[in-house]
């Protein structure tokens, strides 16, 4: 499907050809696309695309939680827990078709998603500094 659509085509390319803390900015800034898209479909009594992006985004949360190392940093194991209540109510909202569920999940992963991209942005800027130094 995707040699048909040059934009999926783009987007497999960019998953594939990502390194570690790119694809984790990606996941990230999917799992906020699907937060807020489901929070719209359930604004619209659209259960069908809730459901949907409700899955995708418990999906995300999972490949978080795996792929974290919570001994990699101090803190890492509290953002253990937080990804597993995220992906806890994040089934509850989907169950339950609750807006102010998926309103409360988005508010407790933007900090999150906020602080990869720093994070990343600065062990970029660190990694440029120390090739042209």
């Given at each position: ?7 999926l085509a783009y987007q ?15 996941i990230c800034e999917r ?30 949360v999972r490949v978080l ?69």
């Amino acid at each position: 499907m995707s040699a048909r659509n040059p934009a999926l085509a783009y987007q497999d390319h960019a998953i594939q050809t990502a390194d570690g803390p790119h694809l984790l900015i990606m996941i990230c800034e999917r799992l906020t696309a699907d937060i807020d898209r489901a929070e719209v479909a359930i604004e619209t009594a659209d259960y069908e695309a809730a459901n949907e992006n409700l899955q995708h985004a418990q999906r995300c949360v999972r490949v978080l939680r795996n792929a974290l190392d919570p001994d990699g940093f101090k803190g890492g194991s509290e953002l253990l827990s937080v990804y597993a209540f995220l992906e806890q109510r994040l089934v509850e909202a989907n169950l339950k078709k609750d807006i102010v569920l998926v309103r409360q999940c988005g508010e407790t992963f933007r900090p999150i998603h906020e602080a990869w991209q720093k994070a990343v942005s600065l062990n970029e800027h660190n990694d440029l500094i120390a090739h042209v130094g």
